[in-house]
């Protein structure tokens, strides 16, 4: 869209359907270059993507064409048929439904980025419970617990 400038930094997270700890370090890496490779091919920008073996985070850089919930659609169900054509999982492998979104600006870049590269450091203080709660509370989002995703008891 000539004449259209935007900013538009978006943190998306999203989790293994019934929080099920299917996706395997031997494998994530191609799956983060795979979900990239989408974001990118639908012309947005991948900042940077990392997760846990039961959930992912991803910021993206994205336009204002762009309909975030098709392209997160489009994410889950690509992805979860390239890891069942690559035979990652043993297990049924799938996403959960819903994801949550948050939005930063430029300014905070740095620490978004830095957050999700340490995912793994982070959760070993934290759980997704935790985390994903923290995220709805200082984001002041309203929500029901019955519509969060599925917790591991």
């Excluded at 991803?58 to 994410?75: A, N, Q, T, Y």
């Excluded at 300014?107 to 959760?123: F, G, M, P, T, W």
Aim: a positive charge; one cysteine or more; hydrophobic letters at 35%.
């Amino acid at each position: 869209m000539p004449g259209t400038f935007s900013q538009i930094y978006i943190q998306v997270v999203f989790a293994v359907k019934g929080r099920e700890s299917l996706i395997h370090k031997n494998w994530e890496e191609e799956l983060y270059k795979y979900i990239s490779g989408i974001v990118s091919n639908k012309d947005q920008k991948m900042l940077s993507i990392n997760g846990m073996p039961d959930h992912i985070h991803f910021l993206i850089g994205m336009k204002p064409s762009c309909c975030l919930s098709d392209l997160v659609r489009e994410i889950k169900k690509s992805s979860n048929s390239f890891i069942k054509e690559k035979k990652f999982s043993r297990f049924n492998f799938q996403w959960q439904e819903g994801f949550g979104a948050f939005s930063y600006s430029h300014s905070n870049l740095d620490a978004v980025i830095r957050y999700i590269e340490k995912q793994k450091e982070h959760h070993k203080k934290k759980t997704f419970k935790e985390e994903y709660l923290e995220f709805l509370e200082k984001f002041n989002i309203e929500f029901k617990n019955e519509y969060l995703f599925e917790w591991i008891r």
